[in-house]
């Protein structure tokens, strides 16, 4: 599985981001799909997770203010994660991961978000 990122950027504080992942190759094989993210110094975290069965999950300090989606097209799956009213602390390089049937895990190269105060 091929994963490409895109959507990051430079917002203000209280703006919002659109970010995406297109998943290519052995698309039909994968299970969950997620983002993470990391910021300087820290560790990676999980930060919304939605399996193919459509159930969704999110980091608690991510509740409320994100959305992730996923859907079909015909060469790939597209990942999305809308996040709204963007605080410093959300800072990160962002990673969209997947899981497919065998267990195996893919990740891809990270966007990075920039929130200016």
């Known amino acids: 599985v091929q994963l490409q990122a895109s959507g990051g950027g430079l917002v203000q504080t209280g703006g919002s981001l659109r970010l995406s992942c297109a998943a290519s190759?052995?698309?039909?094989?994968?299970?969950?799909m997620d983002w993470h993210r990391q910021a300087p110094g820290k560790q990676r975290e999980l930060v919304a997770q939605?399996?193919?069965?459509?159930?969704?999950?999110?980091a608690d300090s991510m509740k409320g203010r994100v959305t992730i989606s996923r859907d079909n097209a015909q060469n790939a799956v597209y990942l999305h994660l809308q996040i709204n009213d963007l605080k410093p602390e959300d800072t990160a390089i962002y990673y969209c991961?997947?899981?497919?049937?065998?267990?195996?895990?893919?990740w891809g190269q990270g966007t990075q978000v920039t929130v200016s105060s």
């Open positions: 190759g052995s698309r039909g094989s994968i299970r969950v």
């Open positions: 939605i399996t193919s069965g459509g159930e969704e999950t999110y």
């Open positions: 991961h997947v899981r497919n049937s065998r267990g195996l895990g893919f």
